[in-house]
């Protein structure tokens, strides 16, 4: 693994790099352990040089009441529409069935499932018609060779 030298964590650090290497620089920090202790020294040097911030205190108060408010607006989310909730949902399937079922679609059902199966139990299934022919596949094929083996 190819490492930074200490020269270019030193412009990396002031800023003085362009956004492509800055981004490989980035991802290089999070795959080695030498530079990321090289990058460390750099800034421990360069923290003489480092701007002194002004009111820190200020500024961390700041931060914090934009992170109040913050919550608060997160709290003040909107509600959502009755007809997103579960329990819209099954009162709706409830109503449903129970129309359906008060207006007979489902006995009506039932009788043309009765009549379909009526009109099938005169008709053999698609298994025992596929069994039969092949008995009687087999039963020809022995046939033949019976009589072949007569012949001889």
């Not at 362009?18 to 352990?33: M, N, P, S, V």
């Amino acid at each position: 693994m190819m490492h930074i030298s200490y020269e270019d964590w030193v412009l990396y650090v002031k800023n003085q790099l362009d956004e492509e290497t800055r981004e490989q620089y980035d991802t290089h920090l999070f795959e080695c352990g030498q530079c990321l202790s090289t990058y460390m020294e750099v800034i421990e040097a360069q923290e003489q040089q480092l701007p002194v911030m002004q009111h820190d205190e200020a500024f961390t108060d700041a931060v914090m009441i934009k992170i109040n408010q913050q919550q608060v607006t997160e709290k003040k989310m909107p509600v959502s529409k009755f007809y997103h909730k579960p329990a819209f949902h099954y009162v709706l399937a409830a109503a449903m069935t129970l129309f359906l079922m008060s207006t007979g679609v489902f006995s009506h059902l039932m009788n043309i499932v009765s009549d379909f199966e009526a009109n099938k139990k005169n008709e053999p299934s698609v298994v025992e018609g596929f069994m039969k022919n092949k008995v009687s596949f087999i039963d020809k094929e022995v046939q033949k060779k019976s009589e072949q083996e007569e012949k001889k």
